[in-house]
């Protein structure tokens, strides 16, 4: 009989929570399921706007609206991501 080794690696389903800041039912809602998942460190909570506080005028977001802001910095995680999954192997 031919005998073999199988070594399985699990590894905790990557989520992101896209939340209006304002809405602290959904915010608070996000939190809790963020501590009962595997991984929930790794969940961000990505803050959702129709437009850019006025705070973040001042700074380097001047000219951008909030849909950039939201796809540069998924984008960001995404590379993050693959980035940590390289020194994970």
């Known amino acids: 009989m031919t005998r073999g080794t199988v070594k399985v690696r699990l590894r905790?389903?990557?989520?992101?929570f896209l939340?209006?800041?304002?809405?602290k039912e959904s915010l608070l809602k996000a939190i809790e399921i963020n501590t009962f998942l595997w991984g929930g460190l790794?969940?961000?909570?990505?803050?959702?706007?129709?437009?850019?506080?006025a705070k973040w005028k001042e700074g380097?977001?001047?000219?951008?609206?909030?849909?950039?802001?939201e796809a540069e910095l998924a984008k960001a995680l995404l590379e993050i991501e693959q980035l940590r999954s390289k020194?994970?192997?």
């Open 12 to 16: 905790p389903i990557k989520l992101a």
């Open 19 to 23: 939340v209006n800041p304002e809405d």
């Open 42 to 53: 790794y969940n961000p909570i990505i803050p959702t706007y129709r437009r850019i506080p």
């Open 60 to 69: 380097p977001f001047k000219n951008t609206d909030a849909q950039s802001v």
């Open 87 to 89: 020194f994970d192997s």
